[in-house]
């Protein structure tokens, strides 16, 4: 199948610092992407529909301000916490595939820490 | 948003039993998926089933689906060890943006 990597796996920041995240599809052209968050012992939550070229798509009650999404080519997709506080602790997973409807392969996910 | 919701939230069995793992949605959906998912790791996609679809297997899995009820189901048999994991549905709208939404997950125990 289709391979996702996200980088880094791990990051601890201090908070009010910015964190960026790296999705890339390593085989295949994603002209969408999305991003998820999971806390503990909870599911995933989507957060954002990444779009090649144009402006990412938010979930209700997702700050798009503080979670800024760069599509700028069709095998990358960035997600930046800004200003991250210890709330924005989580997991985050970016998923792709060769098209929005067809199966979505997922990244290793990111592990956020905010101290 | 939510929409899936699974039960049991928790579910623990010895190896070589069986393990069912029900979901249930609220929308009408094009298709609905099952991950996997290691603690503290990605997920990994076992199957899909579309909305026109009523059983399907891979290997070890059997999924139902019942678009009247809006529920799928999912059977592994003759668990191992290595099965234990949490496991998610994940929905798939309609429309076309792709968006998946993710049940609540069924976090499966198998003892050795």
């Known amino acids: 199948g289709a391979v996702v990597s996200q980088h880094p796996s791990r990051v601890i920041c201090k908070s009010g610092t910015s964190v960026k995240i790296e999705c890339r599809s390593l085989?295949?052209?994603?002209?969408?992407m999305f991003w998820y968050r999971q806390f503990p012992k909870q599911s995933l939550m989507l957060m954002a529909t990444s779009n090649e070229g144009s402006k990412a798509t938010y979930e209700q009650g997702v700050e798009k301000d503080k979670f800024l999404i760069n599509h700028a080519s069709l095998t990358l997709s960035t997600l930046t916490v800004t200003s991250a506080h210890p709330e924005d602790s989580s997991f985050y997973i970016c998923s792709g595939g060769l098209a929005p409807q067809e199966t979505q392969y997922f990244g290793p996910g990111t592990r956020l820490l905010v101290l | 948003s939510q929409q899936g919701e699974e039960d049991p939230q928790a579910l623990s069995i010895q190896e070589g039993e069986n393990a069912t793992m029900n979901c249930s949605y609220k929308t009408s959906i094009n298709n609905l998926q099952w991950y996997r998912q290691n603690s503290g790791r990605g997920l990994v996609h076992l199957i899909l089933?579309?909305?026109?679809?009523r059983e399907k297997h891979s290997g070890r899995l059997r999924v139902t689906l019942d678009t009247s009820k809006k529920s799928s189901s999912l059977l592994i048999t003759a668990s191992r060890a290595a099965d234990t994991a949490s496991y998610f549905c994940?929905?798939?709208?309609?429309?076309?943006?792709?968006?998946?939404?993710f049940g609540q997950g069924t976090t499966l125990q198998v003892k050795p």
């Open positions: 994940a929905t798939r709208g309609s429309g076309n943006t792709g968006k998946l939404i």
């Open positions: 085989d295949f052209q994603a002209t969408t």
């Open positions: 089933i579309r909305s026109n679809e």
